[in-house]
C-alpha cells in the first residue's frame, strides 16, 4: 500500500497523523482530537484542534473553561454543540479521576463518554503507541474490498484483522489504510489504475470481469 501511495504524489497526511506529529503524541490531546474528528474532514479537524488546544492547554483547563467559548471555537466542526459537552465532560473526567493523564487501557477508554472502540483504539495507537486497530470507514471498507476480511460491522472487521495481522504490524493499519482510502481506493471511483494491490483484489476482479 505505501509503495502506491508515494508512487504518483505526496498523499493527504491524515488529522492523527498531523496531530501525532505536531502535539508531540499527547494523549490527552489525541483523545479530544479524535472525538472532534467524527463526520468531520480532516482539514478542518486539524485546524480546530489546532485553535482548541492554544486556548486551552490541558484537561483542568478545558474542565474548567466556558462551555460557549468551547462551542465558539469549534463552532465550523459539525455537530459542534454536542462534542463542547462531550469533549468538556471527558476533560472533566480526566482531570479528577485520572489526574490530567488519560487512562491507557481501552476497557478505562470505553468508559468515557462518547468513546467507542475506533476512539479508544486511536489513542492507544496515536497516543501511546500501544498495539490496537482503531477501524474507521476507510479500514472497514478496504479491507472487505480487497477480501482481507468479510465482514458486516467494523467491530467483526477489527476482530478479523486482529486475527489475521501480526501484532507488529497493528499500530500502523490505521494509518495506512486511512491514506489509502483517502488517496487511492476511494470510496466512489476508487483509482485501481494506481492500485498494485489490485491484481489481489475481490473488487477489482469481480469488476474486471463484469461480475
Known amino acids: 500500500m505505501e509503495a502506491t501511495l508515494y508512487a504518483s504524489r505526496p498523499p493527504r497526511i491524515t488529522a492523527l497523523e498531523s496531530l501525532r506529529s505536531e ?16 463526520r468531520t ?6 485546524k480546530i484542534v489546532h485553535n482548541l488546544f492554544l486556548r486551552f492547554r490541558n484537561s483542568k483547563e478545558l ?16 455537530f459542534y454543540n454536542v462534542k463542547a459537552e462531550r469533549i468538556q465532560n471527558v476533560s472533566r473526567i480526566i482531570t479528577k479521576e485520572y489526574k490530567g493523564k488519560v487512562p491507557q487501557s481501552i476497557e478505562k477508554l470505553l468508559q468515557l463518554p462518547g468513546v467507542g472502540r475506533k476512539t479508544a483504539n486511536c489513542v492507544l495507537v496515536y497516543g501511546f503507541n500501544k498495539p490496537a486497530i482503531p477501524v474507521d470507514v476507510h479500514v ?4 472487505n474490498r480487497i477480501g482481507i476480511v468479510n465482514t ?6 477489527e476482530i478479523e484483522l486482529a486475527n489475521s495481522t501480526g501484532r507488529r504490524t497493528w499500530t500502523r493499519i490505521n494509518n495506512t489504510f486511512v491514506m489509502y ?8 471511483n476508487p483509482r485501481c ?5 489490485k491484481n489481489d483484489c475481490n473488487y477489482y476482479q469481480q469488476k474486471d470481469t463484469g461480475s
Not at 482510502?181 to 466512489?188: A, D, E, K, S, T
Not at 489504475?193 to 494491490?197: P, R
Open 23 to 38: 502535539e508531540g503524541r499527547d494523549p490527552f490531546k489525541i483523545l479530544i482530537g479524535t472525538i472532534l474528528s467524527a
Open 41 to 46: 474532514r480532516d482539514e478542518s479537524t486539524t
Open 63 to 78: 474542565a474548567d473553561a466556558n462551555l460557549e467559548e468551547i462551542k465558539e471555537i469549534i463552532r465550523s466542526i459539525g
Open 140 to 143: 472497514h471498507r478496504i479491507s
Open 152 to 157: 458486516k460491522t467494523p467491530e467483526m472487521t
Open 181 to 188: 482510502g483517502q488517496n487511492i481506493c476511494l470510496p466512489r
Open 193 to 197: 489504475d494506481l492500485c498494485q494491490l
